[in-house]
């Protein structure tokens, strides 16, 4: 069993910058996969970004490319995902979720743990 707990949501001003953070628990987390995937209301879960658990492999959905940056730190058991020239489009409920093995999880069936969520609110 693995438990994420998201952390670092909050309300920005397009053009603005977000840090967040998911703390793992249980489990070996250096044999997870990670990814991020966000919620807007009235929307579909989608993916954010995705790395593999050797740091060497990242994915990103097209509409956060250049902008967003995954990275993880498997000494502190954690994956962050830092949000650059945010948009009102990126509000939405992010989570952070953990696949078992070595590729990146880019599809919601492929997660085997996710978080509670949070909240990320860019105003225009």
């Known amino acids: 069993q693995v438990q994420l707990v998201e952390s670092g949501g909050g309300l920005v001003q397009a053009g603005g910058s977000l840090r967040l953070s998911c703390a793992a628990s249980?489990?070996?987390?250096?044999?997870?996969?990670m990814g991020w995937f966000r919620q807007a209301p009235g929307k579909e879960r989608e993916f954010v970004a995705a790395?593999?658990?050797?740091?060497?492999?990242?994915f990103y959905a097209d509409s956060v490319k250049g902008r967003f940056t995954i990275s993880r730190d498997n000494t502190k058991n954690s994956v962050y995902l830092q949000m650059n020239s945010l948009k009102p489009e990126d509000t939405a409920v992010y989570y952070c979720?953990?696949?078992?093995?070595?590729?990146?999880?880019?599809?919601?069936?492929?997660?085997?743990?996710w978080g509670q969520g949070t909240q990320v609110t860019v105003s225009s």
């Open positions: 979720a953990a696949r078992r093995g070595i590729t990146p999880p880019v599809r919601q069936y492929e997660c085997d743990y």
């Open positions: 249980g489990r070996t987390f250096s044999s997870f996969a």
């Open positions: 790395i593999s658990w050797t740091n060497k492999s990242t």
